[in-house]
């Protein structure tokens, strides 16, 4: 049963307590003919529900909707969850030999229970398989009340790839500002799969308004899929960074720039080294298209997110940050990489940025305080140790919210994609993208770039 499903039934139940054996009588201006209550006039339960289609067709029930638009934006206000620390018993053990040993299955799920939740989001995400692939893209941008902001910030000249990656990173860096932290003598940012660069753009944004003292102290070394080489059939051709600061992109040992070859891993690290100064910040914003199967997200992305997260505990200094970009974690390898982050840094936390559409499955994981890797242990052996059951529990726990709020984003599309074209609340939906955007630009202002510090000649 998802969130709003419950808050249905919860109303349902208030108005039959009101109406039990026991409850005052209504005074005769509230009671029909023969005593009997009078009939409540409105509009019924099942169309005040937001994943009924009635529910968003015309503007006559514009409260209703209006009141379910608010909650979406006061629940998309950057949602977070905190992983609590390992214990102390399973950290004082973390050497020994308590290895998983799965067989059978190439990548088995945490738990029966994960299994469960991931069939039960992938039978909703189903139901958008027969959608026309450009009406369903056209109708969940109506719907999503981050366009508008997206929109004139793209449009925007003070910022620079003014993409939704820069919105989730900029978002991302003002919720934790420790991210920019430059100390005295400078450091170094890496950025994984970095292309076009809007995460460089984002912070070099934010240090030069934020934190311009330190803004010339900070150097950064982007990696990702050379656009260039006529191998990389996969990489964005979006160049527009990139083509104005080439001296600060690694393309691998093979100058391709697939992270998920180990020589490639080891030369990026020795880039970054030759920089000469600390690596503080390693972001890692890596995704592949799986639109065609929704389903294998998860299993399509596993060997990148292992190979993002073992170059991270390769590059970083003591005391540095790592912002890697997730999506589903049902199976027992992700929340093996989660339990390896865990380890490794002091604070773990989940977040989902306001402009992050809410029907997606991406979510960020914020690690900081880089502790290093324990004595003794590497990458290959930390990755294989059994979950801690305690973690294996809050990862339950996290992806049952995190399924119930994608799941409910989708069923409402759906709902809305049922709706004429003519009959929707456009008029709702217009005033809510202006609230939303008013309430995100009010927390995390974005001041005019400075020409200085631009990446990018205003003349592009």
């Known amino acids: 049963m998802d969130i709003m499903e419950q808050e249905l039934i919860s109303e349902k139940i208030a108005d039959s307590a009101a109406n039990a054996p026991g409850r005052r009588r209504k005074k005769a201006h509230q009671r029909g003919r023969h005593g009997s209550p009078r009939k409540r006039h409105g509009t019924p339960d099942r169309i005040r529900h937001p994943l009924c289609p009635q529910f968003w067709s015309g503007e006559s029930k514009s409260k209703l909707v209006t009141a379910a638009l608010n909650k979406q934006i006061e629940d998309l206000d950057g949602r977070l969850y905190t992983l609590s620390d ?5 950290v004082s053990d973390i050497s020994s030999a308590n290895i998983d040993v799965s067989s059978g299955c190439r990548e088995p799920y945490a738990s029966s229970e994960m299994e469960l939740v991931e069939t039960e989001l992938n039978a909703v995400k189903a139901r958008v398989g027969g959608m026309p692939p450009e009406d369903w893209y056209r109708l969940t941008n109506y719907t999503d009340l981050a366009s508008a902001l997206r929109y004139s910030t793209k449009n925007d000249p003070n910022v620079e790839l003014g993409t939704n990656a820069w919105l989730k990173f900029w ?3 003002h919720d934790f500002s420790q991210l920019a932290d430059v100390p005295h003598g400078g450091s170094t940012s890496v950025h994984l799969c970095e292309a076009p660069g809007a995460f460089v753009s984002a912070l070099n944004h934010f240090l030069a308004v934020r934190k311009p003292t330190v803004h010339q102290e900070w150097s950064w070394l982007g990696s990702s899929l050379n656009p260039y080489a006529s191998d990389s059939k996969e990489a964005i051709a979006d160049d527009r960074l990139i083509k104005h600061t080439l001296k600060n992109w690694h393309f691998g040992a093979d100058n391709i720039g697939d992270l998920r070859l180990p020589e490639n891993q080891l030369s990026l690290v020795k880039a970054a080294r030759s920089h000469g100064k600390k690596v503080l910040l390693v972001t890692a914003d890596g995704g592949i298209d799986c639109s065609d199967n929704p389903a294998d997200q998860e299993l399509s992305l596993s060997e990148l997110k292992l190979a993002e997260v073992r170059t991270t505990l390769s590059l970083l200094d003591l005391g540095g940050n790592f912002v890697i970009k997730m999506f589903t ?31 997606n499955s991406e979510i960020y994981v914020i690690c900081l305080g880089f502790k290093g890797l324990p004595a003794g242990t590497t990458f290959e052996f930390l990755i294989k140790k059994e979950l801690e059951p305690a973690l294996a529990s809050e990862l339950t726990s996290l992806a049952h919210k995190c399924a119930d709020h994608q799941s409910v984003a989708i069923r409402m599309n759906l709902a809305v994609f049922t709706v004429d074209s003519t009959q929707r609340p456009r008029r709702s939906f217009h005033q809510a993208k202006q609230r939303f955007s008013h309430r995100f630009l009010t927390y995390r202002p974005i001041f005019a770039l400075p020409n200085s510090a631009r990446l990018i000649p205003m003349t592009e």
Do not use: D, E, N
């Not at 049902?330 to 029907?359: A, D, E, H, W």
């Open 86 to 90: 390992a214990s102390h018993s399973f």
């Open 171 to 173: 978002s991302i860096l």
């Open 329 to 359: 974690f049902f199976r027992k390898k992700t929340c093996q990489l989660v339990q390896v982050l865990r380890i490794c840094f002091s604070k773990v936390v989940f977040y989902k940025p306001s402009t992050s559409k809410p029907g």
